[in-house]
Structure formats: structure tokens, C-alpha cells
């Protein structure tokens, strides 16, 4: 149980194109789903919490119109780059948070994201 | 904001042989869970446990909330536990704060 699924697992797009990365919890009900960034040998950095059918909450320093995030059900939020740069490039990963009261986040396989 | 600090930052182990990741943190937390990131980057579940002690097959977790550090022991470590073992916290507004982690090669 507690299965997060991402698509696509990895993308190369042109410089000025937009990404839309796919985030879905497969076998519960998610709340709150999570983004976060991660840079080679790096930890994980969150950028984002979203709650279903509101706006998403950024953390300081990400820009908001440049990382869309759209919560539009329990099962599924989704990540837009816009304009990608070169240093847009990096490893993204969502999580997902159920409906049962406890607090874990169950983690995606990640999306890595090359910007040529 | 809360400081996770992981140690030790890398450590090489033969097969078989066990070992303590340690990790502290400057505040109570309604959260804490370790994670294993393998070689393809997803992060797997292994404990969640703000406090008290869990153990699951080779692994083992304890926290001392009151103490503020958590401690993942690996016993009778094999090749496929190499990667990188990460302690998140979370206090308040259900966001996690990742530690730098703890890079794990263990050799056959």
C-alpha cells in the first residue's frame, strides 16, 4: 500500500519550453502532496505544499509563476516548469500525504528534469 | 527553523557487519521518518517513528524525543543497503526538513 506514482520518470526539453510532471497516488487518498527539488549530492529541498482544490503554499525563494502547481484532486497534483533554463535542470520528487490522521508522506521515484 | 544534523556524512562497511546513523534535531517534532534513496533515486520508507523504537527484518530505528536525536541501526549489512540514508523532521504545517544525509557503501 501507499504507492506514489511520477510521470514521466525523465525529460529532456529545449530552453523557453514548459515541463508538466505528473504526480498520483495510486492506492489512497492524498490530502497534501509535496514537491521537492533535489541537486546532485545534494539533500532534498521543499518547494511546495499543495491541499487539494486550494492554491499551492511556496517556500521562500521559489517563484511561483514559474513552478505552477495544480492540486485538482486526492489523487493527482501536477508541477509545471515554465520557460525552463538550464538551471531548471535537477531531480524532482513529490510526495503524498494520506487521509488518516498520521503525519508520514509517502515518496514518487522522482522526475529528472534536463534542460538543454 | 528546525536543524536536522545526520552522522556520520559517509561511512564504508564490509558485508555483514552492522552499523549506527545518528540523527539529531534542535526541536520537538510531530514527525520523523527515515528514508533509504537507492541508486535511482527513490526514496523508500523505512521507519516512521517520532518516537519510541520499531525494528523491521536487519534494521532497527530509536528515537528519544525527549533527547532530540533518533538512531537507524543496520545489522548484517549487505551490498543492496549501499545509498544514501536520509532522517526528515517535521514540526508543525506538515512540512519535512530533510537532514544532508548518510551516504552508505557497504563492499562485498
Known amino acids: 500500500g501507499a504507492v506514489v506514482s511520477q510521470h514521466p520518470s525523465w525529460v529532456i526539453c529545449k530552453s523557453g519550453t514548459s515541463v508538466k510532471i505528473e504526480c498520483r497516488s495510486l492506492d489512497f487518498q492524498a490530502t497534501t502532496m509535496f514537491w521537492y527539488r533535489q541537486f546532485p549530492k545534494q539533500s532534498l529541498m521543499l518547494m511546495a505544499t499543495s491541499n487539494e482544490g486550494s492554491k499551492a503554499t511556496y517556500e521562500q525563494g521559489v517563484e511561483k509563476d514559474k513552478f505552477l502547481i495544480n492540486h485538482a484532486s486526492l489523487t493527482l497534483s501536477t508541477l509545471t516548469v515554465t520557460s525552463a533554463h538550464p538551471e531548471d535542470s535537477s531531480f524532482y520528487i513529490c510526495s503524498a500525504q494520506g487521509t488518516s490522521g498520521s503525519y508520514e508522506q509517502y515518496f514518487g521515484p522522482g522526475t529528472r528534469l534536463t534542460v538543454t | 527553523g528546525i536543524q536536522v544534523e545526520q552522522s556520520p556524512p559517509d561511512l564504508i562497511l564490509q558485508e555483514g557487519a552492522n552499523s549506527t546513523l545518528r540523527c539529531n534535531f534542535s526541536d520537538s517534532v510531530n514527525n520523523l521518518q527515515w528514508f533509504h534513496q537507492n541508486p535511482w533515486g527513490q526514496l523508500i520508507n523505512l521507519f516512521y517513528i517520532p518516537s519510541g523504537t520499531k525494528q523491521n527484518g536487519r534494521l532497527s530505528a530509536t528515537t528519544v524525543a525527549t533527547e532530540r536525536y533518533s538512531l537507524l541501526y543496520i545489522s548484517s549489512s549487505q551490498t543492496t543497503d549501499s545509498g544514501v540514508y536520509f532522517c526528515?523532521?517535521?514540526?508543525?504545517?506538515?512540512?519535512?526538513?530533510f537532514g544532508a544525509g548518510t551516504i552508505l557503501r557497504v563492499k562485498s
Open positions: 526528515a523532521v517535521e514540526r508543525g504545517g506538515n512540512k519535512l526538513v
